[in-house]
């Protein structure tokens, strides 16, 4: 099975700012996808990811304040923009290993102050 | 769109005994059943699933039931040990690729 390195692991950032999260895929994967995990919540999508084409978005994300790239299909990238504190996350990577099979990264936790 | 319901929200049972956690769904297309662990500080794992053509499917001491007529599947831990405490996620994947997840459960083992 694939394992995914997410960076970084943890930040603390200003509100206002924006901050990159970077996902590394050990093999090759078609498709990717980012979630958002809030304190003690379940896992909600924030968009799929495919190389070579824009990425989808789901309903309450827009690309302005999630900007996604995926350049390759070992790599993807997630940048959360003029964050505020509801911002306050944790933001996971996965991608497809089988049919429908996710594997997850560990996990970039965000507080923003 | 799929509306996955996860019951109990927590757990607590006794070394030894077994935990049984239910998830219902709403998409009848959905066809893809996972379960995920997720300890502290770390991402979800999964650790089981089943697919659609498939009622019942075991792990050791792991199992996974689905009931598509009504729309629900569960999850059985056996011979429960300390080391199984965490969070577990149920989902469902159905015409789409994403997984849609329940809220999860908290799991405590006691000793």
């Known amino acids: 099975s694939a394992v995914i390195s997410q960076k970084p692991s943890r930040d603390i950032c200003q509100r206002g700012t924006s901050l990159t999260i970077q996902c590394q895929v050990d093999?090759?994967?078609?498709?990717m996808f980012w979630y958002r995990q809030q304190p003690g919540q379940s896992l909600t999508l924030i968009a799929t990811?495919?190389?070579?084409?824009?990425?989808?978005?789901e309903s309450g994300f827009v690309i302005d304040k999630f900007p996604i790239s995926r350049p390759n299909l070992t790599f993807s990238t997630l940048t959360v923009s003029n964050m505020s504190p509801e911002d306050s996350s944790i933001y996971l990577c996965?991608?497809?290993?089988?049919?429908?099979?996710?594997?997850f990264g560990a996990g970039s936790r965000l507080t923003v102050l | 769109g799929e509306n996955v319901e996860q019951h109990p929200s927590t757990l607590s049972v006794q070394e030894g005994d077994s935990a049984v956690i239910k998830c219902t769904y709403s998409?009848?297309?959905?066809?893809?059943f996972p379960w995920y662990k997720q300890e502290l500080g770390k991402g979800p794992q999964l650790i089981i699933d089943?697919?659609?053509?498939?009622g019942e499917k075991k792990d050791q001491r792991i199992a996974v039931t689905l009931n598509k007529t009504a729309k629900h599947f569960s999850l059985h831990i056996t011979e429960t040990q300390p080391e199984d405490s965490a969070v577990y996620f149920c989902?469902?994947?159905?015409?789409?690729?994403?997984?849609?997840f329940g809220k999860g459960t908290s799991l405590l083992v006691t000793p």
């Open positions: 996965s991608a497809e290993v089988g049919a429908n099979v996710l594997t």
């Open positions: 093999s090759q994967v078609t498709m």
């Open positions: 990811a495919n190389q070579g084409s824009e990425a989808t978005y």
């Open positions: 998409d009848s297309a959905s066809n893809y």
């Open positions: 089943i697919r659609s053509n498939v």
């Open positions: 989902a469902a994947s159905g015409s789409g690729y994403a997984l849609n």
